[in-house]
């Protein structure tokens, strides 16, 4: 992913943009999850064990357990 020299990403890295954007502005997002579509509140997001992750909290959409809770997405 490009990178500014200060680790932030860079307007074409357009996932990786859109969700720090979004954390910043507290704006909520959507998007599809191993089938399921998730309105989310998105709260941290980072590279943990080699890979890309999500904090959030999950307001809407489809999941497994009861809603509104905090959700970790890969």
């Not at 990786?16 to 998105?42: H, K, M, N, S, W």
């Not at 909290?57 to 009861?66: A, K, N, R």
Request: aromatic share 10%; no cysteine; hydrophobic share 35%.
């Amino acid at each position: 992913m490009p990178r500014t020299q200060d680790g932030m990403s860079t307007p074409g890295d357009d996932a990786d943009f859109l969700l720090r954007r979004a954390i910043a502005g507290r704006r909520l997002i959507q998007f599809t999850y191993q089938g399921r579509p998730r309105l989310v509140e998105p709260h941290d997001y980072g590279i943990a064990a080699g890979r890309a992750r999500l904090l959030a909290y999950q307001v809407g959409g489809q999941s497994h357990g009861p809603l509104p809770n905090w959700r970790m997405f890969d």
